[in-house]
């Protein structure tokens, strides 16, 4: 098939092996990201576009708009996930789809029995996995579409549009990618992380995030003579555990509702470490969850006088509701801007962090939008076509003045 310049930087983006890595100390954590950073660098040059690689693997890049109107940022994300390979990514591109199984390789299918939102897209083209690998919409769509967006501004002088700030990350997945985010080199007075899936979504509410750190010393004594003596701090941390409200799982919560996710339980009859993540949209409700673990700490110290509870609770991220509530520029443009082009937005709760979040604390308020792209960190990934195009003509109008 024919394929205009635009899907072509996606599919030239997505052959870039980006994937990040949770255990490197580096920044960025992996150095194959800079490839995509070069890329980027060098097609930004080709548009005369100013841009600037700084020390941690962002870049940054400004295109100069109609003075005296507000700077909109631009920003997504240049690594791929870890659940899956996103190396030697050979996109098939599959025309004027039908609505049925779409066989990926030997051994995977793309189904819409299994995802039913498959049927949302019949007579569009989508780019799917060969099944080995992720696709890496999330986030080279992103990336495309405002390389997209960027290139059509350069050729088209004489549509007017605003001051453009450009940032590309590394190690957002990874929950690195705000690290290091320098807000007056972006020089945006509000942006848009273009970083979701459905293009008429605009993410307004991201959870707030904090952990625990349980470390529970037990007392250890001779099995033989334990009566009344011995702890076991195995035993005192099931109990903790169960101390916490049963239905405040992950598996159990969707939509609005917080959790307590226990990520890990190591130790031994002595010693006992426990790492939670605690999470919800509501600051009020995150507060009442991580009382519950204060509230279990000091009644199995007062059951247990003999073992030592440690008990550490700090904030991750918030929920940048909070900013964008207060300087509601961001949001209301978009509003606008999607109704404008005939389409009603939806914003519904995310659940998990964005760039975006911290940006918006850092004085930026950055909502996020989608790509248009689906089924992220896996094989089963894909982008719809017409989405992906539809989104590079939202952020066309979003920065058009
Ligand atoms: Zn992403």
Known sequence: MQVDENLARFLRYVKIDTQSDDASQTTPSTLKQLDLARQLMKELDELGIPNELDEYGRVYAHLDGEKGLPTIGLNSHMDTAL???????????????????????????????????????????LVTTSGDTLLGGDDKAGDAIIMSVLAYYVAHPEVKHHPIAILFTPDEEIGRGPEHFDAKKFGADWAYTIDGDFPDHIDIDNFNGSHADVKIHGF???????????????????????????????????????????????????????????????????EKQKKEFVFAKEFLEKKYPNAKIELEIADDYRNMSEVLEKDPRA???????????????????????TDGATFSFQGCPTPNLGTGSYNHHGRFEYLSVREFNLMIEIVKALVKA
């Not at 599959?94 to 390789?105: A, P």
């Open 83 to 125: 659940e899956c390979s996103g190396k030697d990514v050979k996109p098939q591109i599959h025309e004027n789809y039908d609505g049925k199984d779409i066989r990926l390789n030997e051994e995977y299918t793309l189904s819409p029995k299994d995802f039913p939102n498959l049927l949302r897209h019949i007579g569009d083209t």
């Open 331 to 353: 949001v209301e443009h978009a509003r606008k801007v999607f109704r404008s082009l005939g389409i009603e937005p939806v914003s519904l709760p995310v659940r998990g962090g």
């Open 220 to 286: 250890g004594i001779h099995p033989g003579e334990a009566k009344g003596k011995m702890v076991n701090a195995i035993r005192v941390a099931e109990e903790f555990d169960s101390l916490l409200d049963p239905n405040e799982k992950p598996e159990y919560t969707d939509g609005w509702d917080g959790f307590n996710h226990i990520l890990s339980f190591q130790g031994d009859s002595t010693y006992v470490e426990m790492h939670y993540i605690i999470r919800n949209h509501k600051k009020e409700l995150l």
